[in-house]
């Protein structure tokens, strides 16, 4: 299967940035679409950002010109650059892959552990 670690999370002033990164390892034959998404606790997950293989990218409305979503093909590696950030943003952050594990496989979605971010004010 594939398994996918996130790091990059952590403590940072309001107006700071950070960058999360998501490295996808084990039985991978390719990765079409990669997407972060967060959640906060009582509330359902909110995309934050995707980008297809091909390198569109889409995302939400509230980080639209705040948050730069990004991939390295070759390393299976995907980030996301937190500019401008806002208490509001606290919550964790999770990464997502549509991935295919074998040439006549359909795509399937991976999903991280998950890394937190908090935002002081």
């Known amino acids: 299967q594939v398994q996918l670690v996130e790091s990059g999370g952590g403590l940072v002033q309001a107006g700071g940035s950070l960058r999360l990164s998501c490295a996808a390892s084990?039985?991978?034959?390719?990765?079409?679409?990669m997407g972060w998404y967060r959640q906060a606790p009582g509330k359902q997950r909110e995309l934050v950002a995707t980008i297809t293989g091909g390198g569109s990218t889409n995302y939400g409305d509230s980080v639209k010109g705040r948050f730069t979503i990004s991939r390295e093909n070759a390393k299976n590696t995907m980030y996301l650059q937190m500019n401008g950030l806002k208490p509001e943003n606290t919550t964790d952050y999770y990464c997502?892959?549509?991935?295919?594990?074998?040439?006549?496989?359909?795509?399937?979605?991976?999903w991280g552990q998950g890394t937190q971010v908090t935002v002081s004010s």
């Open positions: 084990g039985r991978i034959f390719s990765i079409n679409a």
């Open positions: 997502s892959v549509a991935a295919r594990t074998t040439d006549w496989d359909l795509p399937h979605n991976f």
